[in-house]
């Protein structure tokens, strides 16, 4: 009996579940790959995940045992992980009480043994003769080998693969069938979503992927490579009717039945159908799910269409494998309604078993393990066989896998270690005693890049206080600027924005407005028809005949000065836009929907609600400063299809900048003030709010509605101009520490021009590492990390917990800030794990693909994830979210927000708690007796001490430790000339 | 100008013709050999070095540029040697400077030097970073060796240091299955047409007892007179025109190039957008006089440029990926400028040359930025740029559209029809020779010969 209909849709919604979530790539948003292993336990979903995608569940175990080479991984950690790993089993004796299972591993983990092959082992003995004579060695070696004679070497039996291109692989290792289908698979997958690429659209695409084609390829015209001359007769009499999902589900189950595949193994025959082509399988399902984050053209994309469409194929190519292997279908009727079952079995019954290690490659480990653990040749001939045999099961339990995963928590326990030091040391020391009313209040989006802005930020300007919170700034919106020609969402992916805020020209700098205007389309229909014509026959032929020699100036422009090229465009540009004053329609003018169904603007109740909760957050209710900056964040970079991966995450792959200008608009709205007032949170009538946006790869800050600033704040904001302008070299500096290709002596000055160039740089495939050192999240107040230096490392989010008594605050908190944290640490932990499957490999052979994605070179599978030249620094280490709050303040938050719970109980994010009264620290260990927060017992209590943060990175370009630095604690403002070193 | 002064110039000349060779040959020397002995130079060393080489090659050929023009740019032939001599016939080295080696050198070393800056910041740190730098200047010596070649055998030599470094290049990911598949494809093809200069070199020798040139035409580029008979003229004329196929990527040998994009993009640039694509245009142009004097031979190279330049147009249409689209567009304007030199024309190809080769380098350079672009001509021209790229194809009666678009997708039929007509054949062709062998085998004594299967000839690519 198959499956019906509902059940098929059940099973391909559970697949999709497992594929990428990658969307297409104009707005990258950094989430868990594996997203569809949320619900099991870390280091179990990355051995299940590894072992569907054929990834590699860890880093290489060479990598590991280099790390503990040079300290980073210690003795220690890999003691701890293993007395927790073991549990109850530490003392259990092995070799008859000889040797303890807990020291083995130990061994193991910390010497290594060799694993050799038994020719291996045979070429050495003879070749070298290492082992004749009769020393102790020898007689070792001997008792190793009489006791491993003493067993056969295993046979392991193992599964046979149930996909058949897995079975032919292994009889055939020249017939892959799936080098046979992709090339095809890709070429139609991609000629349906393409986004514009192509001139020449896919004609039916309305009618979904199996219909169009089966439009295209029913008919006979051409030739066929002879493994698809099946394919018209096949997909002819496939048409789109009413109930597109139906005609897929037939093919499906036709298909499945054809190739032989069990009904009971329909439920894991299907995702692992679905992952070998996993990007562009992946891309289909987003566009089935989220067709408002198409690009351009929201095509009716369907998984179940893919899935049948692929099985055509894959039929295909196994019965013409089954052809080349000279398979012939036993002369059975019942083989005639599925005549590849009975291939699919002698495959299965022809799978080659795998053989254990021979008896001398198990007597070479054995005589290691008997070396390392001080077992003598009398020992081992004194075990028994069940002593022996449960020895050698313990050496081979502890494979590859099981250290690399010891290694890996140790490695993820040596960085908490140091972070949780680093904090517990902080708290014990004074922190900054409060100075008066402060200059100016900064508040910041929550990225790991603003950090060290702002650390550089108060150590230049202390009187300046700073704040982080999701970097929309509590306004989710579409936006349309002057220079968008429609409204994007800028808000967290999981919001939908109910209000549409525009940006027009303001009434004075209309003329100037359309004069641009026009300026920029005849340069961009310039542009546009260069690059589309040069790819036609007759307007290319006369364009690249006749015009194509004008090409050698951005050319050469680009290429030999790329810096003062992106200076001339940027800034020709940049003044074009300055003489365009513009403001935000952001007062609701009627009720009348948009089409979008959004409101036009918000009303002052909404906006005192937003501005009310934004500084609820951040904990901001009194001692308002003259000056409230709100600087959301952004990055330009040229040749890099990633880009929109290192914007804003919280703006869902945008720029945070028009939110930060909305923002401070509706803070200083007098409506809204008055509301507020009446409410209780007062803003003094002499606070002002300013908008700005940050450049994260250019290190820039622009600012927004300068010239409508009070001339009373004036001299306030040029100060803090200046202010921000040092803190951007000085943070450049600190980034380009990390750029193997800019030296380490580099100036504040000179950092920036270098960062600059990168950003305008055709060649640059490393215009900013992003969050590519990502590894703690500390919610709480800033006093606590103020002067502490977190190499840009952690997400800093603004909470106040003695403003929270029935910690709503807390709970909205960690609803938007956990899963946004941990979706960008997580994304590049995979990516490093495994660049090649979980990454998207290195960017030199990258090729666009339908405005989509990217693919290596001319037909590979999308390419998902972080590339290789954006990770390479990446330390892979869970997140670990250092909550500024008392324990059960936590663990009550947590019963309110079941994904976040998952995330935390799961281990997919490491939690540890602070104590906003005394500062101690408790870390929240699962446990099977139940989970539960053990206090934490600093190792080093000493915090290294520098005077500035330049002072503590000069010199280094690797992961530096925390820090305390003295300047950011001071009170009084240092000179200024010591500032601008 | 006195006879002092002209064999002054031709030693001048001489000189800086060999410095463009010996630059980019030195350069390879010097990154190549520290390499071999398994110590790399660091990358800031080897980026200036092949700079510098560049550099040297380029400012040589402008030296040579402006002592060529002050005598009118008469042809002047620079002697390196002899290999050997037999009698009167004799395999020489011989390199010659005029109107158009020369301006070509600047041209194609000014964008190896391009190439060259651009490459130093966006492989860095990769794996592969002195291997790329080795075989781009391989290239770049093979290139000028081609370009300033006076011989036919200093051609085909050339030539073939430019097959060798694109194969390289393209399987550059030599992990990966995708890219050696592609080098594959793209040597066989190669190898294929370089038959064609090859059994040339022979027919001219065997003509006029010599590779050089000056025995095969005489003159002033472009207005040379071919010194051999008609049917000789249109013998050579047809074997250059079958070499220039596969370089150049024309109908029925096309079918590699969008394979090739797998290489690092700035490869990509100056093979497939610039220098060698048009390899095969430049040794007809070299050898427009044989062309002249074989008429036939120009028809049949129009009609292929037409055909190539209408199928790599129609295919390039639907193509959904960046670096294969910018593929076909070579292409298209490859078909065009073969087919303008078969139509007699010589200045307008070169120019459309070069004028091409800059400006397809920059797209395929620029090719990683087409979001960031697509946004800004969005933004600029205040809506997406699709309504822009207009394509009469789309004005197609359904059922013929529906038919072309297929064939488009499938590129022509081109990979199927080579493996059905090629592949295929010459695959039976082999195992009816081994089963013939067995056969004898066991007919002589021989035991156990077990046959072997080789009929794994379904792959598409």
Redesign the interface.
């Known amino acids: 009996m198959h499956p019906d209909d509902d059940q098929l849709a059940q099973m391909i919604a559970s697949a999709a579940r497992l594929l990428p979530p990658q969307g297409p790539i104009d707005a990258f948003v950094a989430q868990n790959t594996l997203q569809g292993f949320e619900d099991l336990p870390f280091d179990e979903a990355l051995v299940r995940a590894a072992r569907l995608h054929g990834a590699q569940p860890f880093l290489p175990e060479s990598f590991y045992r280099g790390e503990l080479e040079r300290g980073r991984i210690q003795a220690s950690d890999l003691d701890a992980v293993l007395t927790a790993d073991l549990g109850d089993r530490p003392g259990l004796a092995l070799a008859g009480g000889r040797i303890r299972l807990r020291d083995l591993q130990r061994t193991l983990l910390i010497h290594g043994v060799r694993h050799e092959s038994d020719a291996a082992v045979r070429w050495t003995l003879t070749e070298n003769a290492v082992l004749d004579g009769d020393d102790a060695g020898s007689d070792l070696w001997h008792a190793c080998v009489e006791a491993s004679s003493r067993s056969r070497p295993s046979v392991v039996h193992v599964r046979p693969p149930l996909r058949h291109r897995d079975l032919i692989l292994a009889l055939d290792p020249t017939l892959d069938t799936d080098a046979l289908v992709h090339p095809l698979l890709i070429r139609m997958t991609a000629a349906y979503l393409d986004q514009g690429v192509a001139s020449w659209p896919m004609p039916d695409r309305q009618q979904g992927l199996l219909a169009a084609v089966a439009g295209l390829y029913s008919g006979r015209i051409g030739p066929l490579p002879p493994w698809c001359a099946g394919l018209p007769d096949r997909l002819h009499g496939i048409h789109s009717h009413g109930e597109p999902d139906r005609e897929a589900y037939e093919v499906i189950r036709a298909e499945l039945a054809a190739l032989g595949v069990p009904a009971t193994s329909w439920p894991e025959f299907i995702p692992l159908t679905l992952v070998a082509l996993r990007g562009w399988a992946g891309m289909i399902r987003q566009f089935a799910e989220r067709p408002d984050r198409a690009p351009v053209e929201a095509v009716p994309a369907r998984l179940a269409d893919f899935l049948a469409l692929r099985l055509v194929l894959d039929r295909l190519a196994v019965e013409y494998a089954a052809r080349c292997l000279n398979f012939r279908g036993p002369p059975t009727s019942d083989a005639a309604a599925a005549p590849l079952a009975a291939f699919c079995t002698e495959l299965r019954d022809r799978h080659p078993p795998r053989r254990g290690a021979g008896s001398l490659a198990r007597a070479f480990l054995l005589l290691q393990v008997a070396r390392l653990t001080g077992l003598s040749a009398a020992d081992i001939r004194a075990l028994d066989d069940n002593e022996l045999l449960e020895l050698e099961l313990s050496i081979a339990a502890f494979d590859s896998i099981a250290r690399r995963r010891i290694f890996h928590l140790a490695y993820e326990r040596r960085h908490g270690i140091g972070v949780l030091d680093g904090l517990a040391a902080q708290a014990s020391l004074p922190a900054r005693s409060p100075g008066g009313r402060p200059r100016v209040q900064a508040v910041f989006c929550i990225d790991d890049r603003c950090e060290s802005f702002r650390r550089h930020l108060e150590e230049f300007a202390p009187d300046i206080d700073t704040f982080g919170t999701a970097g929309f700034f509590a306004v989710p919106m579409y936006y349309r600027g002057i220079d968008d020609w429609h409204a994007i969402p800028l808000c967290p992916l999981v919001v939908r924005p109910q209000h549409t805020v525009t940006e027009a020209p303001a009434s004075e700098s209309l003329a100037s407005h359309r004069l641009r205007q026009a300026v920029r389309r005849s340069l961009g229909w310039f542009r546009g028809s260069m690059a589309t014509g040069s790819r036609t026959l007759f307007r290319g032929g006369l364009l690249t005949s006749i015009g194509g020699a004008v090409a050698a100036v951005p050319l050469v422009a680009r290429v030999a000065f790329p810096r003062i090229t992106s200076l001339v465009t940027g800034g020709a540009a940049e003044y074009a836009r300055s003489r365009v004053r513009t403001s935000l329609d952001l007062r609701r003018q009627g009720d009348a929907l948009l089409p979008n169904g959004t409101q036009r603007g918000f009303d002052a109740a909404e906006m005192a609600a937003i501005v009310r909760r934004l500084l609820e957050d951040i904990g901001l209710m009194t001692s308002f400063a003259r000056l409230v900056a709100v600087i959301g964040h952004g990055s330009t970079s040229l040749n890099n299809p990633h880009e929109s991966a290192y914007d804003c995450g919280a703006c869902g792959g945008g720029r945070g900048g028009p939110n930060a200008r909305a923002f401070a608009l509706m803070a200083n709205d007098p409506d809204v003030r008055a509301r507020l007032a009446a409410e209780g949170l007062v803003i003094p009538a002499d606070t002002v709010f300013l908008g700005g946006m940050q450049d994260t790869c250019t290190s820039r800050v622009t600012w927004y509605d300068v010239d409508r600033l009070p001339g009373s704040h004036r001299g306030d904001f040029d100060t803090f101009r200046v202010d921000c302008e040092t803190a951007g070299g000085l943070d450049a500096q600190e980034r380009c520490r990390r750029f193997y290709s800019v030296p380490l002596d580099v100036s504040p000055a000179e950092a920036l021009r270098r960062v600059q160039e990168r950003a305008g740089d055709l060649a640059q495939v490393r215009p900013e590492y992003g969050h590519a050192s990502t590894a703690v999240c500390i919610v709480g107040r800033r006093e606590r990390t103020r002067g502490l230096f977190l190499d840009r490392r952690a997400f800093l989010v603004s909470y106040d917990p003695t403003t929270d008594g029935d910690l709503a605050i807390l709970e909205r908190t960690l609803a938007a800030v956990g899963p946004v944290s941990s979706g960008i640490s997580l994304c590049y932990l995979f990516s490093r794990l495994d660049p090649l499957v979980y990454g998207a490999g290195t960017k030199l052979p990258h090729n666009i693909t339908g405005l989509i994605g990217v693919m290596d070179g001319h037909a590979s599978d999308l390419r998902t994830g972080l590339p290789l030249q954006g990770v390479e620094i990446h330390e892979p280490v869970r997140l670990l979210m250092v909550i500024d709050a008392t324990t059960e303040a936590i663990r009550a938050v947590l019963e309110r927000l079941p994904t976040v719970r998952t995330l935390v109980t799961n281990r997919w994010v490491r939690l540890a708690a602070w104590d906003p009264a005394t500062g101690s620290l408790a870390t929240y260990e699962p446990a099977p007796a139940g989970d539960r927060f053990v206090p934490y017992a600093p190792e080093q209590a000493v915090l290294p001490v520098a005077a500035s943060s330049a002072d503590w990175f000069r010199g280094h370009r690797g992961h530096l430790p925390l820090a305390r630095i003295e300047r950011g604690l001071q009170i009084e403002r240092p000179v200024a000339s010591e500032g601008h070193r | 100008m006195t006879e002092a002064t002209i064999a002054v110039l031709h030693d001048v000349v001489a000189t800086l013709v060999t410095w463009q060779l010996a630059a980019p040959a030195a350069t390879l020397a010097a990154i190549g050999l520290p390499a071999l002995l398994g110590r790399p130079l660091a990358e800031r060393t080897t980026t200036r070095l092949v700079g510098a080489g560049f550099t040297a090659g380029f400012l040589a050929a402008l030296l040579t540029l402006a002592a060529l023009a002050a005598r009118g740019f008469s042809a002047e032939v620079v002697h390196l040697g002899t290999l050997f001599s037999v009698g009167h016939h004799a395999a020489t080295i011989e390199l010659v400077a005029d109107g158009l080696s020369v301006p070509y050198v600047c041209f194609s070393t000014g964008l190896c030097w391009?190439v060259n800056?651009?490459?130093?910041?966006?492989?860095?740190?990769?794996p592969g970073f002195t291997r790329f730098f080795i075989l781009l200047t391989l290239f770049g010596t093979g290139m000028n060796l081609m370009v300033l070649a006076g011989s036919i055998d200093v051609l085909f030599a050339g030539w073939e240091f430019l097959g060798i470094s694109s194969t390289l290049l393209i399987g550059?990911?030599h992990e990966?299955?995708?890219?050696v598949g592609?080098a594959l494809r793209a040597f066989i093809t190669y190898r294929l047409c370089d038959m064609g200069l090859l059994i040339a070199g022979v027919v001219v020798h065997h003509a006029v007892g010599s590779g050089d040139f000056e025995r095969l035409f005489r003159g002033t580029w472009p207005d040379a007179v071919c010194l051999v008979d008609p049917t000789t003229a249109l013998i050579v004329a047809l074997l250059l025109v079958f070499a220039a196929l596969g370089k150049s990527a024309q109908v029925p040998f096309s079918g590699w190039l969008?394979?090739a994009?797998?290489?690092?993009?700035?490869s990509s640039a100056i093979f497939y957008g610039a220098l060698s694509i048009h390899a095969g245009a430049y040794v007809l142009l070299r050898c427009e006089a044989v062309l002249d004097a074989a008429p036939v031979a120009g028809w049949l190279l129009v009609a292929i440029g037409i055909g190539t330049?209408?199928h790599a147009?129609v295919v390039?249409?639907?193509?959904?990926?960046?670096?294969?689209?910018?593929?076909?567009?070579s292409m298209?304007?490859a078909g065009?400028i073969l087919a303008e030199i078969g139509l007699g024309l010589r200045i307008?190809p070169l120019?459309?040359v070069?004028?091409?080769?800059?400006?397809?380098?920059?797209?395929i350079?620029?090719?990683?930025?087409?979001?960031?672009?697509?946004?800004?001509?969005?933004?600029?021209?205040?809506?997406?740029?699709?309504a822009?790229?207009?394509?009469i194809?789309?004005l197609l009666p359904?059922r013929f559209?529906?038919?072309l678009?297929?064939?488009?997708?499938?590129r022509g039929?081109e990979?199927?029809?080579v493996?059905?007509f090629v592949i295929r054949p010459v695959l039976a062709l082999l195992e009816g020779a081994q089963a013939a062998e067995t056969r004898l085998v066991e007919l002589a004594g021989g035991a156990d010969a077990e046959p072997r299967?080789t009929?794994?000839?379904?792959?598409?690519?």
Do not use: W
């Open positions: 391009l800056a651009f490459a130093g910041k966006y492989l860095h740190r990769e550059f990911f990966r299955r995708n890219a592609a969008p394979q994009m797998e290489g690092p993009t700035p330049a209408l147009a390039g249409s639907v193509q959904t990926d960046l670096k294969s689209m910018l593929a076909y567009a298209t304007q065009i307008v120019v459309h070069v004028s091409h080769a800059i400006l397809r380098s920059l797209q350079l620029r090719s990683p930025s087409a979001l960031h672009d697509r946004h800004e001509l969005a933004a600029a021209l205040g809506g997406p740029p699709g822009a790229t207009f394509s194809l789309r359904d559209g529906r038919c678009y297929r064939i488009a997708l499938e039929f990979d199927a029809a493996q059905r299967r009929d794994r000839d379904g792959g598409a690519t």
